[in-house]
């Protein structure tokens, strides 16, 4: 047993012996190639949404829930509004944002570098924009609004940006009349009529929606101007509020109400790693991919505001959806496996050749111990051959009996045994020849 075990190690010696330079340049290209690798992606990301009471917020929340379930945990702040998501984001304040469509002015120049340090994970819903108001009259255009109090949000906001594009479309100036609110606030002073109307921008769901929708004397302005609206402004959407939807008890709205929407679009920093920019896109689509008043199902997200450049990662998970690994196996597993293939590339293409030359080495390594012995051998067995001396009898025995004990010492893998032996064999053969030199002498 003790042999076995010997003769085992005695294999793997010679095996590292002989290997040592492998994993030495094996071990160069790995940290060569780690230097190209993308770092693990953070476990801690921010993202900036809107006030507490906005639907960005809420689906945030919804987010968040589903990537601590992949071990990532998404802080969720609020902000005023888009405006101040932005500048969150290009100051690394956030790593992902809500920013609605419209906020960014569309370059002059379609080909020139887009150097904003911002991609886009597509749209994630409608955003209607809302008018509700107070009053008997029915309001179908938004010059019905001139002279009128009106809430067209808080500074940083969203709202307030395309509520002022459109009230100044329709030449109606900024004054005191336009009241910087928004939100339940803005919901509040309509109802108790201390304002005419409020511009609110947000998804159905939204709890501020809700309450406009079911408080009494309150209506949605009804876009009779849509149309030209979407070829004013072409990341806004003409959308159908369906007669009956909010209640079908109630039946409200009592008849279709046609609205304008721009898209809720998810934006990232370019340097988000592309295993979180996917990450999300799985909640985005978990939370946003149902039907809804205003889309249908599978329809979000998508890449439907082109203000800010689609990330590759998303243009991806578009075309392909969930990267592979991610689709089986638990997040973290996923990524490291993914890391591993990017370093395990190079590895393989130096190993492939270096396996190929290893064997060779191998056995001229074994080989060379016996082969030494072999050349002492040769050159006694010439001396013995040609330049016989009797004097020298007992050097040529002394000779002979080392190479005879160098043999049986050493110490070769089992599969080269035979080696040794025929070794042996043949400095009994050179016995042989100087007995009968000896006895001729």
């Known amino acids: 047993m003790m042999a076995k075990i010997k003769a085992g190690l005695l294999s793997l010696r010679d095996l590292f012996a002989t290997a040592w330079w492998i994993i030495l340049i094996v071990g160069i290209g790995f940290v060569v190639a780690y230097q190209f690798v993308q770092p693990a992606p953070p476990s801690r990301i921010v993202i900036t949404t809107g006030s507490d009471s906005g639907a960005y917020y809420q689906f945030a929340n919804r987010y968040a829930a589903i990537l601590a379930r992949n071990g990532v945990t998404l802080e969720v702040k609020t902000s005023a509004g888009s405006l101040e ?48 108001y107070r009053g008997d009259k029915r309001l179908e255009r938004l010059t019905d609004l001139r002279g009128k109090r009106v809430a067209i949000g808080q500074e940083g906001s969203g709202v307030r940006q395309l509520a002022q594009q459109l009230l100044e479309a329709n030449e109606i100036p900024t004054g005191d009349h336009l009241v ?14 201390r304002i005419d109307a409020a511009f609110v921008i947000a998804a159905e769901k939204a709890p501020v929606i809700q309450v406009l929708l079911r408080s009494p004397g309150i209506k949605v302005m009804n876009f009779s ?5 979407q070829r004013r402004f072409p990341f806004l959407t003409k959308v159908v509020f369906p ?34 920019q996917s990450l999300l896109l799985q909640a985005a689509s978990e939370v946003h991919g149902k039907s809804g008043f205003f889309q249908k199902a599978g329809e979000f997200p998508s890449y439907k505001d082109h203000m800010v450049p689609l990330s590759p990662e998303a243009g991806r998970y578009f075309k392909s959806g969930s990267p592979f690994l991610q689709r089986y196996l638990p997040f973290w597993l996923a990524v490291l496996i993914d890391r591993l293939f990017v370093l395990l590339i190079p590895i393989i293409a130096l190993l492939i050749p270096l396996l190929k030359v290893a064997p060779a080495v191998y056995n001229w390594r074994v080989r060379s ?3 030494r012995s072999y ?11 040609h330049h016989f001396d009797p004097a020298k009898l007992g050097d040529y ?45």
Request: hydrophobic share 40%.
């Open 375 to 385: 050349g002492e051998l040769k050159f006694l067995e010439e001396d013995l051959r």
């Open 180 to 193: 910087p609110l928004s939100g339940l606030r803005a919901a509040e002073e309509l109802q108790q009529g």
């Open 369 to 371: 111990k016996v082969f």
């Open 85 to 132: 998501n932005l500048a969150r984001l290009k100051s690394d304040e956030a790593q992902v944002g809500f920013v609605q469509g419209g906020v960014v002015e569309p370059k002059a120049d379609q080909d020139e570098e887009d150097n904003s340090g911002l991609l886009s994970l597509g749209s994630m819903f409608y955003e209607p924009v809302w008018v509700f």
């Open 397 to 441: 025995r002394n000779r002979l009996d080392a190479l005879d004990e160098e043999a049986s010492l050493l110490r070769v893998p089992l599969g080269f045994t035979d080696l040794v032996y025929t070794l042996r064999e043949h400095v009994n053969l050179v016995r042989h020849i100087l007995d009968k030199k000896e006895s001729q002498a």
């Open 243 to 276: 007669h009956g939807v909010a209640d079908l008890v109630r039946d409200f709205p009592p008849e279709d109400v046609t609205v304008l929407a721009p898209t809720a679009n998810l934006i990232v920093r370019d340097d988000l790693h592309p295993a979180l």
């Open 225 to 229: 101007q849509a149309d030209a609206y």
